[in-house]
């Protein structure tokens, strides 16, 4: 079975360029989670969806990011303008409906602002 | 909202020894209790869960204990072996939509 698939899996890119990250969810789950993992603060929920709507993106950090899931099958998190602060590996999950279930993650996209 | 302590954050472990990671909440309404398992430039990867309706399991190696009266559970890893070697996070669950408050992580070494 094909798991969480994210692209690009490295990204180094100037600040101030719009940066786009992809996520494709395992077939059939109803929720889709970005996270972002850095040293200092761990690993963070920015953003959930669930059936493709989004439910809380109190963990956004600033106007400047923004979430978007078109379809079940797809998600995206951009970045404009990026900072040398959002460098991270940001993680892309889902899971499927229902209460407690896991959640299952890809191999993230390693994101480097110069 | 929900916090977690997780506890070591590093731990060194000869071959073959046992390894235990503790974490510690204090919402009661949590129900939900994973433990992942982090490999260098992978994604954490679910190793085993519990519900606070059970507490003990176990598989193979691994098994995870829960008390719920004193809110900790932990993760216990037996016969320890190099490729154990990863970071591992405790997470929880409240039941509110799927989500996760994940704990700090600890970096587990297995030294031969």
């Known amino acids: 079975d094909a798991g969480v698939i994210q692209s690009p899996r490295h990204e180094v890119t100037e600040m101030g360029q719009e940066v786009t990250l992809r996520c494709k969810p395992i077939?059939?789950?109803?929720?889709l989670f970005w996270y972002r993992q850095t040293m200092m603060r761990g690993l963070e929920l920015l953003i959930y969806?669930?059936?493709?709507?989004?439910?809380?993106d109190s963990g956004m950090p600033e106007d400047r990011f923004s979430a978007k899931m078109p379809n079940a099958s797809f998600s995206t998190l951009k970045i404009q303008p990026s900072e040398p602060r959002d460098s991270a590996v940001y993680f892309c999950?889902?899971?499927?409906?229902?209460?407690?279930?896991?959640?299952?993650f890809g191999d993230g996209t390693r994101l480097s602002i110069l | 909202g929900e916090n977690v302590e997780q506890h070591p954050s590093t731990l060194s472990v000869q071959e073959g020894d046992s390894a235990v990671i503790k974490c510690t909440y204090s919402d009661s309404a949590s129900n939900y209790f994973p433990w992942y398992k982090q490999e260098l430039g992978k994604g954490p990867q679910l190793i085993i869960d519990?519900?606070?309706?059970?507490g003990e399991k176990k598989d193979q190696r691994i098994a995870v204990t829960l008390n719920k009266t004193a809110k900790h559970f932990s993760l216990h890893i037996t016969e320890t072996q190099p490729e154990d070697s990863a970071v591992y996070f405790c997470a929880l669950g409240t039941g509110g939509g799927n989500k996760l408050t994940f704990g700090t992580g600890t970096q587990l070494k297995v030294e031969l």
């Open positions: 519990i519900r606070s309706n059970v």
């Open positions: 999950a889902s899971s499927s409906q229902g209460r407690d279930q896991p959640q299952h």
């Open positions: 077939s059939g789950h109803d929720y």
């Open positions: 969806f669930n059936n493709n709507v989004p439910i809380d």
